[in-house]
Every structure is written in structure tokens, then in C-alpha cells.
């Protein structure tokens, strides 16, 4: 099995070559190929990469290239985790839409739509070259915003399905709070990318009996810490909404935050430096704990489960991903990206049945939908005209002339990755 990865220069690698070395009775990798234009990034990394194979007895070959279509030749599935613009580009994201009272994020809000245009025209390219080599090829994405990504790799026909870190962090943390193995834990796990809640979580599978109440009575205030979220509202609501929520239920209070702290993207360029610093060491031949603080916590372990169901022997796997909604949540249309529970196998991933979402949440998810309809078009087509409706349709804009300010911040920001601007 030969497995090919986009954006292998990235120091989140090791987190993905760790997982792949220790779970290879799981996902049996014959040859890896790790894929970046930043030359001097990949051969550290590869390096490494190459010796927590030899540590953990992995016989599989690690090879690096800048080559993409040489890389991607021959995949069974090619793994995307590629960031436009690097730190830098993250940085501009997380700064000027702080400059009309907005918040600065990297995935939702502006500085989402922002990424979202840098990287979709990219990873359409992308997926075009790979199928072209290799039309069989699974694509899967974490790229983010996964789930407009994956929205413009399925439009485009292809086979794609997107992952996200989230829901197995909730799982490996309320296995823990409960006493259970991560297989124990089932989570009804509902909403879009960046955009979820957890309405139950239950012991052994879809029909087990709901630990929630439970969870939410003994480990409530650990949680809302987790989530920088008062108590009273997980109370309140009776369900665990995804961190990304606080930008949502405390826009105000983020943004007076964030005004007065480092970014988030500062504190990971400092540490991407110490980590390249760590991976150059030919001694060194695991990964290292500083890796923990960069984010992508359980990324190899979903990732490994996700491909080996796509890429097995006719079994399948139950997952969270991002796939196409085909009816799943109703109150959307069919093509729309929704991030729920899955049944995966070779033939990509099914939707587990929803019950009926309380409005509170179902009106949320319809909102950024839309506004993720018109973040795809403006990706697709280009046009400032695009990029204003797709602000002023996100509720965490929704203001003419907010729109318009931001606008204009996110053009003179992107103009280098934006071929139409």
C-alpha cells in the first residue's frame, strides 16, 4: 500500500508518521512518499520520519520529493495538510479582521474565508493531477477549512473525504473522564466542520445508553474550562458544543481577547522553529512532547482508522468525517458538507441517521451553510462582489459595512495568493 503525502514538510508529520509506525497492523504501508515544495523543511523531517519507522521496527520505505505528480504516482490514497502562505498568511488572518471588532481566526470568520480562497484553487490542482495519475486514489483532507475543501473536492468529482481532529480529542477525553476505552465512547457528533456539537455520548455504539447527563453532572466544570465556556451554558444546553462554538455564543468577549494577547499564529511560529531545531538532531527518533503543543492532537490515530477503511479488505468502520449531507440533515441540500458520524468502507462514507436537530443548533448550521455556498463561489470564481456576500452572510459579520471593510482588508492582505485580485 503506498500512501502519499501533501504538505509532508509540515512539523505536524512526525504526529502522522508516529501513528503510522505504531497502528501499521491496522494500515500496512508499503511505501510512503512525503510531498513539499520547502526543501529544506522535508529533508529534516524525512530524516526523522525515517528513523521513528527503523525505532518501531516499520518496514515500510519513506521517500521525499518536490515532485508532485512523481510523488502521487501510484497512491491508494494522498493525504492533504497543506497551509497557503504558511505562518505568515495565518498570522494576516488572525490580525486585520481584529481591525473592524471581528475575530481573528483561521478557520471561521474572515480570516476562514480568506484561507478558504488561498487554498481551494490550490488543492483542485491538486486533486486534477492525482486523478489524472491515479483515478482510484482516495483523497483525504485535512486541510482546513475541511469542510468547504471537501465540499469543493466532491463537487469536482472527487474522491475525497474530509477529517477533522475534534470529535476523537472528545472521544479519547471523555473515555478518560469515564473510566472507558476510546472504543467504548460513540458520540452523536453533529454539525459542520468547526461548526459541531456533542447531543449525546454513548457506551458501546449508535444505540448504547447516553453518558451525558452523567458526564456533564461530575466532569461539567472540566469541560467548560477545556472550551473557555461558563458552566451554566453547558447546563443550559445539555449538550458539549465544539470549542470553535465560543467564537458564536462569545464573539464580544474573544475579540477583547485576542486584542490583548500574542496570536495563536505567533505562538506557532515560535514553536514550528524549535520544532525544525528538534527534528534536525539525528539523534532523535520519536516525537518529541513539544509536538503535543502544536495542535492535531489524535490526528495519526483518525487518520490510520479513516484509510484503512477506505483502503481495506471489504470491512467497514464507523468515523466522524466530513461528507456529502445527502439527506442526513434534512433542512439542508444534498450537496452540502456536514461533519456526523459515518459508515466507511471502500465505497467512501455513509451518514449514520440524525434524529431531529432542536432548532437552536439546526438554525446555526443552515446559516453557515449559506455563507459556505457563497465562500465557494468566491473560491471558484473569484470577485470582490463574492467576497462581500460571503462576509455579510456569516454571522459573525452580518453587517454592510463591516463587510465592506473586511473586504477590502482580505483583498490587500491576499493579493499574492489570489490570481483574480
Not at 482510484?136 to 485535512?142: E, N, T, Y
Not at 500574542?262 to 513539544?290: H, T
Not at 456529502?324 to 459508515?343: C, I, K, S
Request: aromatic share 6%; charged share 20%.
Amino acid at each position: 500500500m503506498k500512501l502519499a503525502v501533501v504538505g509532508g514538510g509540515s512539523t505536524y508529520t512526525p504526529e502522522l508518521i508516529d501513528g503510522f509506525a505504531r497502528l501499521r497492523d491496522t494500515l500496512p504501508i508499503s511505501e510512503l512518499v512525503l510531498i513539499d515544495p520547502a526543501a529544506d523543511r522535508l529533508e529534516l523531517i524525512g530524516g526523522l520520519a525515517r528513523r521513528i519507522f527503523a525505532k518501531q521496527g516499520h518496514p515500510g520505505l519513506i521517500t521525499t520529493t518536490s515532485d508532485l505528480d512523481a510523488g502521487v504516482a501510484g497512491a491508494d490514497a494522498v493525504l492533504l495538510q497543506l497551509r497557503i502562505g504558511g505562518q505568515a498568511a495565518r498570522l494576516q488572518d488572525e490580525t486585520w479582521p481584529l481591525e473592524c471588532g471581528c475575530v481573528g481566526q483561521e478557520t471561521t470568520g474572515a480570516g476562514g474565508l480568506a484561507k478558504a480562497l488561498r487554498t481551494v484553487p490550490v488543492v483542485l490542482d491538486i486533486a486534477e493531477r492525482v486523478r489524472r495519475s491515479n483515478p482510484d486514489a482516495w483523497i483525504i483532507d485535512f486541510t482546513n477549512p475541511v469542510g468547504i475543501v471537501t465540499r469543493a473536492l466532491l463537487q469536482a468529482g472527487h474522491k475525497a473525504v474530509g477529517l477533522c481532529n475534534v470529535a476523537i480529542g472528545f472521544q479519547r477525553r471523555f473515555a478518560a473522564m469515564l473510566d472507558l476505552t476510546p472504543a467504548d465512547i460513540h458520540l452523536d457528533h453533529v454539525g459542520l466542520n468547526h461548526l459541531t456539537w456533542e447531543l449525546g455520548v454513548r457506551k458501546g455504539g449508535p444505540e448504547g445508553e447516553n453518558l451525558l447527563p452523567q458526564l456533564l453532572a461530575r466532569h461539567g466544570e472540566a469541560i467548560a474550562a477545556d472550551l473557555h465556556l461558563p458552566r451554566a451554558v453547558l447546563d443550559r444546553l445539555g449538550v458539549v458544543p465544539s470549542y470553535y462554538l465560543r467564537y458564536f455564543y462569545a464573539h464580544d468577549e474573544v475579540v477583547r481577547e485576542l486584542g490583548t494577547k500574542p496570536s495563536r499564529a505567533a505562538e506557532v511560529a515560535a514553536m514550528e522553529k524549535e520544532l525544525l531545531g528538534l527534528y534536525g538532531d539525528p539523534a532523535l527518533d520519536e516525537k518529541p512532547e513539544l509536538l503535543a503543543k502544536r495542535g492535531g492532537a489524535f490526528y495519526s490515530e483518525a487518520a490510520v482508522d479513516l484509510a484503512a477503511a477506505l483502503l481495506g479488505d471489504g470491512g467497514s468502520a464507523v468515523q466522524v468525517v466530513n461528507t456529502l449531507n445527502n439527506g442526513t440533515l434534512p433542512f439542508l441540500p444534498d450537496d452540502a458538507v456536514v461533519e456526523v458520524q459515518a459508515r466507511v468502507d471502500r465505497s467512501g462514507a455513509s451518514p449514520l441517521a440524525v434524529p431531529r436537530l432542536d432548532p437552536l443548533y439546526a438554525g446555526l448550521i443552515s446559516h453557515v451553510t449559506a455563507y459556505e455556498d457563497l465562500a465557494l463561489d468566491a473560491a471558484l470564481r473569484g470577485g470582490r462582489e463574492r467576497v462581500f456576500k460571503a462576509l455579510l452572510a456569516h454571522p459573525l459579520v452580518g453587517q454592510f459595512d463591516l463587510a465592506e471593510g473586511l473586504t477590502d482588508r482580505l483583498l490587500a492582505h491576499n493579493k499574492e495568493h489570489l490570481a483574480w485580485a
